[in-house]
């Protein structure tokens, strides 16, 4: 009789601790969804991705006046950008970048304090390989806003594996 009081009030502890845990994940859902850490209140409306890089070249020539031969006296940086993912860059191409620029609409109905975007980078099976955080501020209601990130070829290992780019929307 004393083993079977024992078993029931194990039991009952048990079942106690499982409806905890339970009411625990569905409370923390409703305030997730309700409160808007994760939610549609604000979406990506579109984007565009385009590779930038520098390479140097001749900023400044000077013309000798006796043998009339043209000289570079000032070497600099030249600025290029080319749209998607380009791999094909040229040999002395440097300050290799992907920015991604993007428009994000608040459709919360109230004005929008912050907008938290995480740009994620995947290889061709849409696998995370590396994230950018940032912020778009003050977004009024039924209005899109835009911004972006870039990465560098120096901030990640997996750069030239990425070829694709989603995001993530996250209101505070």
């Known amino acids: 009789m ?8 194990n039991l009952s502890f048990y079942v106690i601790i499982i409806l905890t845990v339970i009411t625990i994940i ?7 969804f309700q ?33 009339h031969e043209t000289t570079c006296i000032v070497w600099g940086p030249k600025y290029h950008s080319v749209p998607g993912f380009y791999k094909n860059l040229p040999d002395d191409a440097d300050n290799i ?13 109230q ?12 290889d061709a099976n849409d696998n995370e390989l590396c994230s950018e955080l940032t912020s778009v501020y003050d977004v009024p209601n039924s209005y899109a806003k835009r911004s ?7 901030s990640t290992n997996f750069f030239n594996i990425i070829e694709k780019v989603r995001f993530e929307v996250i209101i505070d």
């Open 97 to 109: 970048g992907y920015k991604v620029t993007f428009n994000v609409g608040n459709k919360a109905g």
């Open 148 to 154: 972006s990130v870039t990465i560098y070829e120096t």
């Open 26 to 32: 569905v409370i923390s859902m409703i305030i997730l």
């Open 2 to 9: 004393n083993q079977q009081i024992k078993q029931k009030k």
């Open 35 to 67: 409160y808007g850490a994760i939610s549609d209140k604000a979406v990506i409306t579109d984007y565009s991705v385009t590779t930038t890089y520098s390479t140097q070249e001749c900023i400044k020539e000077a013309i000798n006046v006796i043998t």
């Open 111 to 122: 004005y929008l304090d912050v907008i938290g975007i995480k740009v994620i980078f995947c």
